[in-house]
Nanobody, 121 residues
Framework: QVQLVESGGGSVQAGGSLRLSCAAS?????MGWVRQAPGKEREGVAY???????RYADSVKGRFTISRDNGKNTLYLQMANLKPEDTAMYYC??????????????????RGQGTQVTVSS
């Protein structure tokens, strides 16, 4: 079992920045961020593998940066130039299986409780 605890959400105006953190109870190969806005499906945002590979959803590419500190089992998401459409609950996700990393966090075995990000125009 892996426990994931997110922090760093909040309310910002469009164009602003936030940094999310996710503390994991143990190492997993795939770690990622997913988000879900009210009335919308869950969306994969980005992932970071144990091998150092990262990938982003097209909607956040160039604005969000995912990073990882394996020594601390912590995942980060630096979000810049935020837009109102980025408003959502953001969840940290993790999985041991390298074959699922490509799912950008969606359907990973473990998920945190989430942290709310609200961007006003």
């Amino acid at each position: 079992q892996v426990q994931l605890v997110e922090s760093g959400g909040g309310s910002v105006q469009a164009g602003g920045s936030l940094r999310l953190s996710c503390a994991a109870s143990r190492y997993t190969y795939c770690m990622g961020w997913v988000r879900q806005a009210p009335g919308k499906e869950r969306e994969g945002v980005a992932y970071y593998t144990g091998g150092g590979t990262t990938r982003y959803a097209d909607s956040v590419k160039g604005r969000f940066t995912i990073s990882r500190d394996n020594g601390k089992n912590t995942l980060y998401l630096q979000m810049a130039n935020l837009k109102p459409e980025d408003t959502a609950m953001y969840y940290c996700a993790a999985d041991y299986r390298s074959t699922v990393c490509w799912r950008l966090g969606v359907d990973y075995r473990y998920r945190g409780q989430g942290t709310q990000v609200t961007v006003s125009s």
